[in-house]
């Protein structure tokens, strides 16, 4: 049973309403485990609105949050210096939620696989309904 780790984005169309989207986290929970890396809670919470905490923290509550640990830091900078060096620039929020899902072997379930292009990292791409492609 796969364990998943949900990129920024995927939290954004839940709380959205977007369609297929509450079904994808259900679909997801009856799978395996579900969870998200600690800066996924801060690009939420820094984007939320004032009308939008109680449905914001009810979800973020819902689902276990994976600490920015120290191997878990030193590893989303080594991802960022390696792509450096490749010219590609990598955000420290994706690097972070990147090596999160490394590191606890979990599958990434995002909207934008062009952010998280590591080969060691299994991707799926979620469209606009809510559908799981790989990346």
Same mark, same amino acid.
């Given at each position: 049973?796969?364990? =998943? ?15 297929? =989207? ?5 679909r ?5 485990t579900?969870? %998200? ?6 690009? %939420? ?14 979800? /973020?509550?819902?689902?276990d949050?994976?600490? /920015? ?8 900078? *080594? ?10 620039? /990598? ?5 972070? %939620? ?29 469209? *606009? ?7």
């Amino acid at each position: 049973m796969p364990d =998943y780790l949900l990129d920024t984005g995927i939290l954004i169309r839940h709380l959205r309403h977007s369609l297929g =989207y509450q079904s994808l986290l259900e679909r997801l929970s009856q799978d395996g485990t579900i969870c %998200i890396a600690s800066l996924t809670r801060t690009e %939420i919470i820094r984007a939320m609105k004032d009308r939008e905490r109680k449905s914001t923290f009810s979800l /973020l509550d819902s689902l276990d949050t994976l600490s /920015l640990d120290k191997e878990t830091a030193d590893l989303a900078g *080594e991802l960022i210096r390696t792509l450096r060096k490749n010219g590609i620039t /990598l955000h420290l929020a994706d690097a972070a %939620i990147a090596a999160t899902a490394i590191l606890h072997k979990f599958d990434l379930i995002t909207t934008n696989p062009k952010d998280f292009t590591m080969p060691e990292l299994t991707v799926w791409q979620a469209d *606009e309904q809510g559908n799981l492609n790989p990346a």
